[in-house]
């Protein structure tokens, strides 16, 4: 494909991508625009038309909710696809993603799983990679070989997770990777990768075919601990529950372990009188430059979970609380929060999440 072809194709991905509101409100899209205009604009090739573009997409991009969604179909990832076989000398670099590790639990790192992990008998940790409903069908029929099962999105943090919940449980022999590999972000292919090849110099996954491949919160000899401990089995595509559930138990056969080393922790007034204001959604939502926050409601502890993040992914602190008034108090009264708007946004996500503890159902950032 000649480069024109492809700086066509790169905008026509960005422009499918800029038109969905939950693009326009991804870290992973704003990071690939900011990554394409730093290379076009130093470029000894004018790449005014391309440019253009990105600063039309850049200036519509409203405040960033999450990093990434790790969606299915990702554009920005398709585009930076497009743009590092096109242009191999530009050297991108990956996201600077971190998360805490929790030493007296297990997992110990926190994430939208299912863990059991009830003895000698559960040696299989399956990733449903973009399929996350697969995942909660799984723990409907929960197989006793079973030890975890949880959804895999993106290529860096979501392998560095797996990474270090596995080497810290030594039960876990195969990794059952089944469910729809994401476009643009391969994860599945991701894994498969570091299994075979292992990681470069810079921590990069040799071989992957994903936009970001560079493991930051993991060292070199945890990868060489996790590639000898497991087995990856290849069975990306299948969402036959059936299936699945038979080769989670063939596997188990081969390759039971011990599990004794696990731990677990548990824990109206009438407006007639007075104008009526019809609300409106914004115009334009200013980011807040305190940065962005990721809820994850811990069921089985009775705890929700926030991630502060900055905008170059970097985690600034986790915060913990048991309902949502605890956490958005201390996350004002300590200034991480400049926004009303982000104020009133982090208020109503904190309180979704505080009620799936409750009420048990699924709880999904910006999700209705």
Known sequence: MKREESTNKIISKLQEGINLAKCRKCGCMKETLEKLRAYFETSQIEYSAILENIEKYLNGMEQIKYACLGCEYCYPAVAMNVFNKAFPEAESSALSCTFEVREKTWP?????????????????AVSTLASVELAEQLVKVRPKELCIVGKTETENIGIDKIIKNTITNPTIRALLLVGKDPEGHYSGRTILALKENGVDEKMRIIASPGKHPILK?????????????????????CEDINTIVDEIRKISRQVIASCSSCEFTGEIKSTESVQVIQAQEPDRVEMDRAGYFVIIPQREREIIVVEHYSYENKLLRVIEGKDARSIYWTIIKNGWVTQLSHAAYLGKELMKAELSIKLGFKYVQDGQ
């Open 108 to 124: 110990v790192v926190a994430g939208e799983y299912f863990a059991f992990c009830d003895g000698v008998e559960c040696p299989v």
């Open 217 to 237: 919160n993991v060292t070199r000899e945890e990868v060489e601990t996790f590639r000898k401990q497991v087995q990856v089995i290849d069975m990306i595509g």
